[in-house]
């Protein structure tokens, strides 16, 4: 342990020599090594001490302790540290202590042990205490899993005076926390020792389960109980589950303990650089290990699931696993392992790199081959928590969708309406993009317009569709964005089929899509650029969005269908009246021509710096404005938002950054620029209504200064809604 925390030399080569000493003696535990074995493995350990750190292994206890306490202090500028901060929104500055106390012995006989429990089911919340014990044992053996603990109501047999005294230890804590504890304790010759408690890491379901049984037991609020639930935990309630009709023909092959609920199912691999490694082309993979340790966490991360041979639901596999909301099984004893292979046996079948494997983290069962996942359905205290949620937030939360399945969901997470729809997404189907296609190689206004009158109808019947599936809740329909080369076809024989279609040369359609090519196409020819350029364009699209309103419109006449028309990219108030002059024409004579009353809005994104810092002058033309903070953020850095990741880790490492700017929103400068924006545009046009659709409308610390700086909604893909809820009540909650 020295060698390995405060060395860091690691442990491998101490296990390798415990090892060879167990195989001579034929015993598999350390505990049934006899006194000689270890005075000969202490003689063993300072010669490989010496040989791996050149000096002798210190035997001043003073010495010794300032060593421990100087590997905590480092410990917090690891890059496991880094990276869990990362994860879990802790800043660097707050830095780390260390507490000194003396220590209880769980290893001075069978009278002694050590365990790790919890006051309620960290996996359902259940309200029961469950932990794992182990005699004549230390609190590592319990945490890295070496050896499988016994479940903690045996130790009431073992220690009856001990538990009976535990137990009274955990209703105290648990009244004065109110909250599940996690604690770890040592029982020295019967006598109980307390080390540490703390509130315990949950699954989502148990968070939600806790929180609303605190209420009910009287122990909670139900504010508290909303701020008690993190936002990013609910991401595993909508994480998938076998498909039920796929798990019935299935056959378990073997089972482990279901350490952290879900579903997973991917390709075997065997070390956590693979998993990375196997997750950035794009499979899915099942960790398989040993056990685990910290350093695997990146490769944890990158997997569907992590299978482990040894420890309990306390060990790091499971815990840290439960933490990411990654479905894991653990402590599958059946697995012969061959990890320098990279096979393993279970069930009398071989199994390699590669072959398919699905686990369930909430069984334990493990499975031969691939079995069809699914999403999860949320029911129980889901619904309860979300209730007390939005009865306390002020904040509306809208969904990004481009089409009504994901409408649909979003809806039924919570939607109250479409905050981005991105149209470009629309254009890319089989007779779409050839009609697209078109478009872009006409030499004429009327060849243009001819070619967008064919995707007219499709476009129609999208944003019908869309404005069906939001039952007359607000629909933000943003006009078409990317540079007009990402639709161009790159393969030869598309080429040709485009040539042949528009009676031109191959020649003259590669000259065509050469010229289009643009050195920095996100700052190029796209956003409302291309309604300036092709007018027509906005028009197709606008006649589209208000054909389609009047329709559904008309068939229900009890919604309020009021169109919301998005202009991207505007930095420039005159861009802004150009474009909304094409719209309002266009759409004051659809209007008219039908003979019908509707009212619509023209807003615009704001999404480039120039936008926000000239907001005085756009929102007297601007009904709404929309945060593009993908795009404000990469035009305020100056970080291009597809390449910044190529660098973002020297960021990290050298702490210039400590987070990713484009999925945490920038408060300092993106977010002055917001805050901008909204001083220089409400006064102007105090009918103004604003919003967020840029990634960050999901992001819980985002959505809290959304809430602060006064955002009427924030916008975020259909997963992560129940999140921006939640999110915007604890902000409402915060702030009193
Ligand atoms: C944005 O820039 O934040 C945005 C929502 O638009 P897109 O991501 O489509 O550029
Ligand atoms: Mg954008």
Redesign the pocket.
């Known amino acids: 342990m020295y060698s390995d925390v405060v060395m860091e030399v690691g442990k491998k080569y101490f296990e390798e020599l415990i090892d060879k000493m167990k195989a001579e003696k034929g015993v598999t535990q350390d505990v049934e090594l006899d006194a000689d074995d270890l005075k000969e493995l202490a003689t063993q350990f300072k010669a490989e001490y010496k040989a791996k750190i050149g000096a002798d292994f210190p035997d001043d206890p003073k010495e010794q302790l300032m060593g421990a306490v100087m590997a905590v202090f480092r410990s917090w500028d690891n890059p496991r540290a880094n990276v869990y901060r990362r994860d879990n929104d802790i800043p660097y500055s707050w830095g780390t202590a260390v507490n000194v106390q003396s220590m209880a012995f769980g290893n001075m006989g069978d009278d002694c042990g050590t365990g790790v429990a919890f006051t309620r089911d960290p996996a359902t919340g259940e309200k029961k205490l469950m932990g794992e014990f182990l005699t004549n044992a230390q609190g590592e053996d319990v945490v890295a899993g070496v050896r499988t603990p016994m479940p903690i109501a045996q130790m009431a047999e073992k220690f009856p005076e001990a538990f009976a005294q535990f137990k009274d230890v955990c209703a105290t804590l648990e009244n004065h926390y109110r909250d599940m504890q996690d604690m770890e304790f040592t029982v020295e010759h019967g006598k109980l020792y307390m080390l540490q408690t703390r509130n315990g890491k949950r699954t989502a379901q148990a968070a939600l389960k806790i929180a609303c049984d605190l209420v009910d037991e009287g122990m909670r609020t139900e504010k508290e109980a909303v701020a008690m639930i993190d936002p990013r935990n609910l991401d595993t309630l909508l994480h998938p589950q076998f498909d039920t009709a796929a798990l019935k023909a299935a056959t378990p092959i073997g089972k482990g303990l279901g350490a952290s609920p879900g579903a997973a199912c991917g390709k075997i691999v065997f070390t956590a650089e693979d998993a990375e490694a196997w997750n950035a082309r794009g499979e899915k993979v099942v960790l398989v290990r040993l056990e685990t340790s910290p350093e695997d966490i990146t490769g944890m991360k990158a997997s569907q699931g992590i299978l482990t041979v040894r420890g309990g639901m306390t060990s790091h596999a499971a815990v840290v696993a439960r933490g990411m909301g990654t479905c894991c099984v653990s402590g599958c004893g059946d697995i012969a392992m061959d990890e320098e292979n990279k096979k393993f046996t279970l069930a009398g079948k071989e199994f390699h790199e590669g072959d398919w494997l699905s686990i369930d983290g909430s069984t334990g069962n493990i499975y031969d081959g691939a079995i069809a996942t699914k999403d999860a359905e949320i029911a129980g205290e889901f619904g309860r928590i979300m209730a007390w949620a939005d009865e306390n937030r002020r904040l509306k939360v809208r969904t990004n969708a481009d089409t009504p399945a994901d409408a649909k969901k979003a809806r039924e997470l919570g939607a109250e309406g479409i905050g981005?729809c991105?149209t470009e997404h629309m254009f890319f189907e089989e007779d779409r993009i050839a009609a697209f296609r078109e478009m872009i190689c006409a030499d004429t206004v009327e060849e243009r317009e001819a070619a967008l009158d064919k995707i007219l109808p499709y476009q129609q019947g999208d944003f019908k569709a869309l404005y069906e599936a939001l039952e007359g809740c607000p629909v933000t329909i943003r006009f078409l964005?990317p540079p007009l080369h990402e639709f161009v076809p790159t393969e030869e024989d598309d080429i040709k089929k485009l040539a042949d279609a528009q009676g031109k040369s191959v020649e003259d359609i590669k000259a065509l899509i050469a010229s289009l090519h643009e050195f920095n196409p996100m700052m190029g020819h796209r956003g409302c650029r291309l309604a300036v350029t092709y007018p027509e364009i906005a028009k197709m699209q606008t006649k589209a969005v208000i054909r389609a309103a009047i329709e559904v419109q008309a068939a229900h006449p009890d919604w309020n269908v009021k169109p919301e028309i998005m202009i991207?990219l505007v930095c420039e108030i005159k861009e802004l009246k150009f474009v909304k002059k094409v719209v309002v024409e266009t759409a004051d004579a659809e209007i008219a021509a039908a003979g019908v009353k509707l009212e619509y809005e023209v807003g615009t994104?704001i999404?480039i710096p120039r936008a926000a810092l000239t907001a005085d002058e756009i929102a007297t033309e601007a009904d709404f404005f929309c945060f593009?903070?993908?795009?404000?953020t990469q035009m305020t850095f100056g970080f291009s938002r597809d390449d910044a990741g190529k660098f973002l880790n020297a960021y990290y490492d050298t702490k210039i950054f400590e987070n990713d700017p484009f999925a945490k929103l920038d408060q300092t400068g993106v977010g002055k620029l917001m805050e901008m924006a909204i001083k220089l545009g409400k006064p102007v046009n105090p009918n103004l209504h604003i919003g967020i659709?840029?990634e960050h409308g999901g992001d819980p610390s985002s959505v809290e200064f959304c809430h602060k700086i006064g955002l009427d909604y924030v916008s975020c893909s259909p997963f992560r809604v129940p999140i921006a809820r939640l999110a915007a009540a604890q902000a409402a909650i915060a702030e009193g």
């Open positions: 981005l991105r964005d991207p994104m999404e593009g903070t993908n795009d404000l659709c840029g």
